[in-house]
């Protein structure tokens, strides 16, 4: 089993910065894939960011040359740093964890924008 613990969201006003981190535990394979996820009210569950293990990154066109995606395989954690951010932004952010076909959902943190 894999939890997947997600910290760092908040309420920022446009143009504001924020970091999200996602600690992740248990039986956790060297070939996976960590990434983020959000979803607005009303809005399906979309892809912000992910982070293939052997190095690979790929982002959503929204959020290009904004948010930056990093991980730190040795502490299996990942983390989103979003700059620019704008009211459009807002969105509970979901940690993603895919690994064996299988995948891992945190339980969400709030990102509030504010214009």
């Known amino acids: 089993q894999v939890q997947l613990v997600e910290s760092g969201g908040g309420l920022v006003q446009a143009g504001g910065s924020l970091r999200l981190s996602c600690a992740a535990s248990?039986?956790?394979?060297?070939?996976?894939?960590m990434g983020w996820y959000r979803q607005a009210p009303g809005k399906q569950r979309e892809l912000v960011a992910t982070?293939?293990?052997?190095?690979?990154?790929n982002y959503a066109d929204s959020v290009k040359a904004r948010f930056t995606i990093s991980r730190d395989n040795a502490k299996n954690t990942v983390y989103l740093q979003m700059s620019s951010l704008k009211p459009e932004d807002t969105a509970v952010y979901y940690c993603?964890?895919?690994?064996?076909?299988?995948?891992?959902w945190g339980q969400g943190t709030q990102v509030t924008v504010s214009s």
């Open positions: 993603n964890l895919r690994q064996l076909r299988t995948n891992y």
């Open positions: 248990g039986n956790i394979v060297s070939m996976n894939v």
């Open positions: 982070f293939i293990s052997g190095g690979s990154t």
